[in-house]
């Protein structure tokens, strides 16, 4: 027998252990309703692959078919199920004579396991076993009762299955299906592919270009570390000496400048000590002032006594005789000439004195006029620079004019959080640089800085709320450094009246500082707009560039410049009143100093004024005594005259007491004022010496403050070149890794001009390269390999769906043909077998659509003898089960099939057609098994072997083999109940 056994062990009714043998073709399984006939068939149907829960008729899961228990058993936990086949006909393609497969299920675990002859396989390999042998779990061996009352009312399409199962198409059915799968696969992997190679083609075009950069950028930088090793060498070595110069200078100038220091406080102590010694001299000439009205006092006594002595004496010579009138005249003559020439000497001694002093006097004069014009000159200009000033600070009393939603926001400032300030008043530009920071700032000059976005947005919901203007606000938090690259720092360094980077030309807090470098980082600042101009072409448009005057040269070329440029902004005004205020100060000591030259001009040409009319007074004093004197002597010497007496002039003395003591008085007084004279002209020279001193001390100054500028250029110098120093070593290090003495060692003998030249050039090259991807080369090899390995994979695909589309239309052409074969067999059979089962009649198969043999319904026309019938739905149940059998017949004659179980598959039937299905059954004995579940005796009295199946109330079922009239009896007894 080919089903030589079945051992369940279990599976649903099966609890115990039971073993089925089959020794004859054809063998029924008997008895009542429930006892568990059909979980034979579903036991058979598990084994040989059954997935669905349904078709097994079980509960909602696999475990389901289990021994779920009873009330007098308790359920077990592993269902096992083995059938035991005779493969000595080679039905399955084994080299084994038996073949044991056997399905098995845990409760516990919900495990499933397989095993074909014991060993352990899995399900895939019992359903390839089986199919195409007319077994398997939808095919022709387990035909229910379900199966054939639905046959005559299925779809054409639907009952093609059975046709298809007889033709034995199923395998390339599902190899077809396989077949598209991978196709499917294929296709979708293929449009994959495709998706990646246009995305990866997509990438390589942009990568190649980026590549071509990198190799060129790489090539450029390559040349550039060559030369500029030996440049930086130079350089480092031109800086070091550079700055041991500077140095040195700078040692020299300071001391100078402390010498200088030195000799100025020597010159003030100077100054003080000859003003010290100027007071002493006027205190001595205020004593001899006294001492000369003194003895003008006495010798004005004297004169009155003398003139009263003469009065006596003129009597006296009225009263006396000729001989001694003659003789007395004559001493009144040689006294009135003694005393006019005495006159005399001192008058004209006087008159050169007061030349001498009116001669000063002028020259004070016209010095004083001088200093008093220069002073003038000199209060306007400080008069108009402190009105200047006094304009600035009114405008900066308004910092925000025209700017109503800064101004409203800076007035609110203490209700809102967060603002820092106006960008004008956070940045404050170094010395000459307001109107270069300024253009640089362009409109970010009245940005307002807050501490963060919350608070920006606070203060626009403000404006908007309060409708008081617009303002731009830059919060801290997203400020972020920007300068420029190193490349373009050095070729910017190396243009023609570059000054800085506008970040370097700015003082503010250091909290600001990464706000300075966002906006002032990458601006650069060069002195005039030509050398802008040309900055900016060399540094490829990529750098706004401003000028000292703030005209612009922008990123890519375009200008700003003109009369506006001189935009008067917080900034500015800040720095113009700085800038006044300087030359306020300035101006203030030059007035100050001339104010004083003048004041000691003034002095002195006051005193001058005072001695020249002092000897004016006493010159026009001495006139009338000259006059009075020589009339004196005139008339004496005119009267002797009369009197006969010849004159005699030679006489140089006299002895009259008061003529003596008049002549010594004036001699006292010449003598003091000789001396007076010798002390005012000290205390002249004094002052000329101060005067002197004083310009020297200020030009002692002048020379200090131009030291000290020098000083202050040779100090920024210094710090510039320490910069300089400092980049080029970090230059050495960070681009090359190297020290300087390194760098020496390796300095090649080049020109070194020509070097910078080309370090500049290459520096322009890779700037103009832009950003740079140095990954781009090996990313584009990787991305290519991957490119063309995809390629390749593709083509492999496109390939194999050639191939898998050969194999289809092979396997479809195999198909068509079994299964056209098989059909023209069945059909052959069908009109035979339905005349013996209905007595007559016709039967014919057809197919739907000839034309699509693959896919075409199966259609049956039937005429039972008698009948005029064609339509098979019209047709009773009884009949439509007998159509479906008298079909199953005759594929079962078309194709041998090894096991057949029919379970109740006649139930319909009448009993004289139950006796022609069953006898009809005997055509095939020795060509298949049969395993009948039945009820029917007809059927049971064509079997061989009959096993009854009987359920206790244990809910066990138990088998036995029964004999026909107790088989029949079952019936019987079932027919009573
Ligand atoms: N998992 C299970 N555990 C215990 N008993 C089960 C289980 N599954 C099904 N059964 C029992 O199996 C019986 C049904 O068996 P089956 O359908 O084979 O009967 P039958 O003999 O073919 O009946 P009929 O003649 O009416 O077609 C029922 O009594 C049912 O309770």
Redesign the pocket.
């Known amino acids: 027998m080919f089903l030589k056994r079945i051992e369940l062990q279990g599976f649903?009714?099966f609890a115990d252990k039971t073993i089925i043998q089959f020794e004859n073709d054809i063998t029924g399984i008997v008895?009542p309703?429930?006892?568990?006939?059909?979980?034979v068939n579903d036991a058979i149907r598990w084994v040989l692959g059954e997935q669905s829960v349904k078709s097994l008729r079980s509960g909602s899961s696999m475990a389901?078919?289990?021994?779920?228990g009873s009330e007098y058993r308790k359920p077990v936990n592993m269902a096992k199920v083995t059938l035991v086949f005779d493969n000595s006909t080679k039905v399955f393609d084994s080299p084994f004579e038996e073949i044991e497969i056997t399905r098995q299920l845990q409760r516990s675990t919900n495990e499933a396991s397989y095993f074909i002859n014991k060993t352990p396989c899995r399900l895939k390999d019992i359903t390839d076993l089986v199919m195409d042998t007319g077994l398997g779990r939808d095919s022709l061996s387990i035909i229910t009762q379900g199966n054939i009352s639905s046959f005559a009312d299925a779809k054409p399409e639907d009952r093609r299955l059975l046709f298809e199962e007889a033709a034995g198409v199923s395998k390339y059915k599902k190899r077809k299906k396989i077949s598209l799968n991978k196709l499917n696969q294929t296709k979708e992997n293929l449009d994959r592919l495709q998706d990646i190679l246009d995305e990866l083609e997509r990438q390589l075009t942009p990568l190649s270009r980026q590549a071509k950069k990198a190799e060129k950028f790489l090539k450029l930088r390559e040349e550039l570390s060559k030369i500029e090793i030996s440049v930086l060498a130079e350089e480092i070595e031109s800086l070091n000496s550079q700055i041991e110069k500077l140095q040195k200078s700078l040692f020299e100038n300071k001391t100078i400048y402390t010498s200088k220091e030195a000799s100025l406080s020597k010159q003030d102590l100077d100054i003080m000590d000859l003003r010290k010694e100027m007071y002493a001299l006027d205190k001595q000439i205020n004593e001899l002032q006294g001492e000369y009205t003194k003895a003008m006092e006495e010798s004005y006594q004297l004169e009155k006594r003398k003139v009263e002595l003469d009065e006596k004496r003129k009597y006296a010579m009225s009263m006396a005789d000729n001989a001694k009138r003659k003789e007395q005249l004559k001493t009144l003559v040689d006294e009135a000439r003694f005393e006019y020439f005495d006159r005399k000497a001192r008058f004209d001694k006087q008159k050169a004195e007061l030349e001498l002093h009116t001669k000063s006097m002028n020259d004070l004069k016209s010095k004083t006029q001088r200093a008093e014009y220069e002073f003038r000159q000199s209060n306007d200009v400080y008069q108009q620079l402190l009105n200047q000033k006094q304009i600035l600070e009114n405008l900066a009393k308004q910092p925000f004019q025209h700017q109503a939603g800064v101004r409203a926001i800076m007035s609110a400032r203490r209700s809102l959080s967060g603002i820092e300030g106006v960008i004008s008043e956070l940045l404050k530009a170094h010395n000459n640089m307001a109107n270069a920071i300024n253009a640089a700032l362009g409109g970010s000059v009245y940005n307002i800085v807050t501490i963060d976005e919350r608070s920006a947005r606070e203060a626009i919901r403000f404006l908007k709320k309060n409708r008081s203007g617009r303002a731009t606000f830059l919060p801290m938090t997203v400020c972020k450094p920007r300068f420029a690259s190193n490349n373009q720092q050095l070729i910017a360094s190396n243009c023609n009246g570059f000054i800085d980077w506008a970040c370097n030309l700015v003082d503010c807090d250091e909290k600001y500082g990464d706000l300075r470098d966002r906006l002032l980082g990458n601006v650069l600042v060069i002195d005039a707009l030509e050398n802008a101009n040309e900055a900016a072409k060399m540094l490829n448009y990529q750098i706004k560039v401003v000028t000292l005057d703030g005209d612009i040269v922008h990123t890519g070329g375009s200008m700003t410049g003109g009369i506006t440029k001189n935009q008067t902004t917080p900034m500015t005004i800040r720095s113009q009143i700085e800038s006044i205020q300087s030359q306020i100060d300035g101006q203030k000591l030059k007035v100050d100093t001339l104010k004083e030259e003048m004041r000691v001009l003034n002095t002195r040409l006051d005193d001058e004024t005072d001695t020249c009319v002092h000897l004016q007074i006493e010159q026009a004093k001495l006139e009338n005594i000259l006059a009075t004197k020589k009339q004196k002597y005139d008339d004496y010497a005119a009267e002797l005259n009369q009197l006969g007496v010849e004159l005699d002039e030679s006489k140089e003395f006299v002895e009259d007491e008061i003529v003596v003591l008049m002549s010594k008085m004036h001699a006292r007084i010449d003598e003091i004022t000789s001396n007076m004279q010798s002390l005012r002209q000290k205390r002249f020279n004094k002052g000329n010496q101060v005067e002197e001193m004083e310009n020297q001390v200020r030009l002692t100054r002048r020379e200090m403050s131009s030291l000290q500028s020098e000083i202050h250029q040779d100090e920024l110098k210094l710090t510039q070149q320490q910069t300089y120093l400092e980049n080029a070593l970090m230059r050495l290090n960070t681009d090359y890794q190297m020290t300087y003495e390194n760098a020496k060692s390796q300095k090649e003998d080049i020109d070194i001009e020509q070097a910078k030249e080309r370090v500049l050039f290459l520096r322009q090259e890779i700037n103009k390269l832009g950003n740079v991807n140095l990954d781009a080369p090996k990313e584009y090899e990787e991305i290519k390999e991957r490119f063309d390995f995809m390629t390749s994979q593709k083509e492999d695909l496109e390939k194999a769906s050639e191939q898998i589309l050969a194999a289809i239309d092979e396997m479809d052409q195999t198909m068509i043909t079994q299964f056209k074969d098989m059909f023209d067999k069945i059909n052959a059979e069908l009109d035979g077998i339905f005349k013996s089962m209905f007595g007559g009649g016709k039967a014919k198969l057809s197919m739907v659509d000839p034309d699509d043999i693959l896919n075409t319904g199966i259609d049956i026309d039937v005429q039972p003898p008698g009948k005029l019938v064609k339509n098979i739905q019209a047709f009773s149940g009884g009949e439509k089960a007998l159509i479906a059998i008298s079909v199953l017949f005759a594929i079962l004659k078309a194709r041998t099939i090894p096991l057949c179980i029919f379970d109740?598959v006649e139930a319909a039937l009448d009993q004289a057609n139950v006796e022609r299905f069953a006898k009809y059954l005997s055509h095939y004995r020795g060509q298949s098994q049969f395993i009948v579940?039945t009820?029917r005796p007809g059927t049971m009295e064509q079997c061989d072997t009959l096993y009854g199946?009987t359920?206790q109330k244990d809910?066990v079922s138990k088998l036995l083999r029964v004999q026909l009239k107790d088989a029949i009896h079952y019936t019987d007894k079932e027919a009573e109940q």
């Open positions: 649903k009714s008895g309703n429930g006892c568990g006939k059909s979980n389901d078919i289990i021994f779920s109740e579940v009820h199946v359920m809910g």
